[in-house]
């Protein structure tokens, strides 16, 4: 298993909101894989998400050993580390004026024996990339994701709608939170590209494929694709992690 990851503010934001992590050492059992995508650019938003990322990375780490690991407890594991990455958020903001408002979103994936076990809140993105296409594993919670599934605007109108930027569930703006999550294979020659919506706003799925079809390095990958959102106008924060099989 090979990783990449790379991280940009892009060409319009003064900071960079987005945080995500990757493990150190892959010859571990639990290879942990995170990135979120704070808001809220005046109240904190960089710290929301690396509040996320630094809370459910260390609950899932600490706890994994002592999981029974099977389907449904390695996903209660993941929700556990969500919920409680939530609470940290919410109390901050509830408690810190300079912080109030503050959210983040969170895509966390742990492959163990063959598996992928994804949890989600916002619209920070999933993708399996293999021979037959590439496939989001993901659904947004926005906005206009529910326009699309309500059959109000096609999946063409949804690219270049001007409210595509609201979402409809992020944590640390309530004391609770629903989290998605869901299980697929992880075959040999599979590609998982985990990213913010400062990618897939300006870089087509079909894109993001033709790419990863021909750069071999994950590390180029998640450059390359980071490189051609900034070209496109870099409007946000970009973040790609590459993990291929």
Known sequence: MRVGAYTDKGKVRQVNEDSYYIPGDMDNDIRLFVVADGMGGHNAGDIASKVATEVVTK????????????????????KEGIILANQSIYEK?????????????????????GRLYI?????????????AGIFQLTRDHSFVEEL??????????????????????ALGSEGQVDIDVCVRRFYKNDTV?????????????????????????PQQLAEQLV????????????TVVVVRN
Do not use: W
Not at 119 to 131: E, L, N, P, T
Not at 193 to 217: M, R, V, Y
Not at 233 to 238: K, L, R, V, Y
């Open 59 to 78: 609950y899932i780490l600490h706890n994994f050993g002592d999981c029974d690991k099977d389907k449904d407890n390695l996903l209660s594991l993941l």
């Open 93 to 113: 903001s509830m408690t810190d004026p300079q912080v109030k408002g503050m959210g983040t979103t969170l895509v966390v994936v742990l492959i163990y024996t």
């Open 119 to 131: 949890a989600h809140v916002g619209d920070s993105r999933v993708y399996i990339i293999r021979k």
């Open 148 to 169: 699309v599934e309500s059959g109000q605007i096609t999946r063409e109108q949804a690219a270049s709608h001007p409210q595509k930027n609201i979402i409809t569930r």
């Open 193 to 217: 590209i985990l990213c913010t919506d400062g990618l897939t706003n300006l870089i087509s799925n079909q894109e993001i494929s033709q790419k990863a079809q021909t750069i071999e390095s």
């Open 227 to 238: 490189g051609m959102a900034n070209e496109a106008g870099g409007i946000d924060n970009i």
